[in-house]
């Protein structure tokens, strides 16, 4: 259970956490009309692991999905609610049932809210695959950090690999990353480790992935699957086909046989 919020909290601060709690309860118990009752109408929910942003529309469907509901599945909170304005902070950890098991994620949101409302959703994911062990417990203020200013820079830092494609280069680094973005070295690693729960290669690496996919989405045949990785920026085949097995579980090979046959399907009259 998070903990209560301290005495000194000021009064916004302690309404967003206030509200963000209850929304939590809600998930934990499993109770998806009383979570959608959180959300603004305007409500725009980022799953960077996906790389979709979901609205109100489509919400209800989307957490209906992720919501947990078989006994053996559970969302466990791993470090308390920590609020700064109208900006909230929350780390979970939360079991599902897939295909071959049970799939545990380590989960990040930066939480936003207005008019008394959930308004935004950053939601950062990575997938645990080792045995389950004890969470260590990250300290949001080492760098001197609060929960709005490391939203922001999620936020900026996705713009940035949004709009100017850093990832194309293969020689890319931490350091250029962080100077072309405006912060120290020190402050990117500290959200990509201790916040985003990635490392910086595994996130410049599911940066080339989706722009990969979504070449794919337009190669005409017969696709060099290869030539499109090096043209992501990967700069090893090696690490292109584990992040791809990875993030979609098939080899390139499979995955590009299963799209090839999808397409002629859509051809077909």
Known sequence: MPDIAPDDEPQQSHATRDLVLRH???WRHRDLEGVMSYYHPDIQY???????VVGHAQLRDYLRASMPREADEAIEHT????????????Q????LRGGHGLVSFRTSEAITVRDGLIWRVNEYA??????????????????????????????????YFERKQPYLDPELDLQRVAKECGYSRNQISYLLNQVLGQSFYRYVNQARLHHLLAALDNALPPIKVDDLAFAAGFNS????YSAFRQHTGQSPKAYVKQFSLRARAQDSP
């Open 79 to 90: 470090d308390r609610i920590r609020a700064d304005g109208d900006t909230a902070f929350i």
């Open 24 to 26: 939590h309860l809600c």
């Open 46 to 52: 980022h799953d960077f692991f996906q790389n979709r």
């Open 92 to 95: 979970y950890r939360i079991t």
């Open 126 to 159: 990575s997938l645990v695959h080792e045995q389950p062990v004890q969470a260590a417990r990250p300290s949001v203020s080492r760098l001197g950090l609060s929960p709005q200013q490391l939203g922001h820079m999620a936020n900026d830092l996705q713009q």
């Open 237 to 240: 085949l090696s690490a292109f």
